[in-house]
DNA sequence: TCGGTTGTCTAGCGGTGCTAGAATCGAGGC
DNA sequence: GCCTCGATTCTAGCACCGCTAGACAACCGA
């Protein structure tokens, strides 16, 4: 059985290449870039070797975004932490979430801008997604005020920031008023 | 100059009917199947005269964003118009934005999520993106509150629907709240 | 009717995602 | 230690993409 679990290993250590290259291809030089030839040549394998692995190169997006949903809910739970007053609390998910899409630009649109053949919002989308959505509402429940359902909260504010995010990042709003969009925004939704 | 007035027309004509049958396209089937080539054989002629009137694919979908945004604002300007009181028009603002993004989801995409090589927030935008962006200042200016710049206060409220409109339609939204979402933002945002 | 310009097409470039079938490698039996 | 055979990897190629050079045809003005 040795034998078999050494290749299991390999085989699961190589597939951590391929979407940790594909990652790092994309933060580099943007999904564009991402094509299935030079990813092949960066691991050192031949193209077919990728689809032994992942059905097709969205499904390699799939699994960049899983990464990225991970470290999000992480970045998200890590800030909330340390604030004390809830208020505070919510200004640190906000930058914590929009300085995760700002520093991650190839894992934020792997998660919500390209098609990774993921499922949301629903039974079948992913453990990681879904907790990416859980850490938003953790802090969230706290302001979403009486009367309103937490999730629809969570859902409204969620898409605000992504809002924020894309629209941003793609220069369509004024750089120097993004932290005051961000006050603007916790300070009219979160009731506390 | 009859004979060359003639042909101005015509070319403008072939230039609106490859815009007009892009758009068509890409609502139908996406903008992936848009194609040069598929998109030179719905307007009968050949590939290479697409490249006559725009410098690539990118120029076209510019044109479709263009023509989008022009009706957005016309969308928008006539629901506010029809509503009474400053809430209701900012209602009317955000539904007539939401649908009209599910109702023409290539042209919103061509607008804000493909790549059009237009400019944002910029001197240099061209005019019906600046004029879009005046549609939603003109009623959100009334509800903006003491104190906050107007500018930076549509930034925020239209960076919300462009949330809600993008991940709704991607699925990753609970589509029977999309109503109870918009009264939230709406009842929280403004100011009134 | 002819000459020349203008416009359009055919054919092809290098690239894409993906795959069939050949070739190679390595584990296990003798 | 060699040899067989199955698993693995590669080479080569498919149909398609955006885009363009150069051949060709059509039309206008003289």
Redesign the interface.
Known sequence: MSVQERKQRELAERERLIVATARELAEQQGWDAVTTRRLAERIEYSQPVLYSHFRGKREIIGAVALEGATELAAAVRAATAEAGSPRARVVALGRAYLDFAAANPAAYDAL??LDGGL????EATPEPLKDAFAALLETLCEVAGDG??P???T??F???????A???R?????PE?AE??LE??VD??A?S
Chains 1, 2 share one sequence.
């Not at 499922?119 to 629903?122: E, H, Q, R």
């Not at 793609?170 to 004024?174: E, K, P, V």
């Open positions: 919500f801008q499922l949301f919002a629903n309103v359902e999730g629809m909260f859902e409204v969620w898409a605000s920031l992504h809002g924020l894309t629209l941003g793609a220069g369509r709003l004024l008023d005051p969009r603007l925004l009219r939704l009731v």
